[in-house]
Nanobody
């Protein structure tokens, strides 16, 4: 099992930037893919971006060109750089990892974008 702790959320004006961090511990050697998800009030949780152990990335169409996912293997940390934020990006952002035996989640961090 992998333990995940997100940080970096907050309140920002439209057009601004935030960087989220996700620190992983535990069975990190078995991680296949790491991802960022978000859930807005009244909506389903959706994938925002993911990065595999080999560095391959994937983005939701709604964030392409604005968000960048990366990972620092030495620090066991994944990041989400969010630029040109829009009110529609307001949500709780969750970090998730998939291993051969489980899917683990962080506790979430709130991102609020004001217009």
């Amino acid at each position: 099992q992998v333990q995940l702790v997100e940080s970096g959320g907050g309140l920002v004006q439209a057009g601004g930037s935030l960087r989220l961090s996700c620190a992983a511990s535990g069975s990190i050697f078995s991680i296949i893919v790491m991802g960022w998800y978000r859930q807005a009030p009244g909506k389903q949780r959706e994938l925002v971006a993911s990065i595999t152990s080999g560095g391959r990335t994937n983005y939701a169409d709604s964030v392409k060109g604005r968000f960048t996912v990366s990972r620092d293997n030495a620090k066991n940390t994944m990041y989400l750089q969010m630029n040109s934020l829009k009110p529609g990006d307001t949500a709780v952002y969750y970090c998730s990892v998939r291993t051969p035996g489980s899917v683990d989640w962080g506790q979430g961090t709130q991102v609020t974008v004001s217009s």
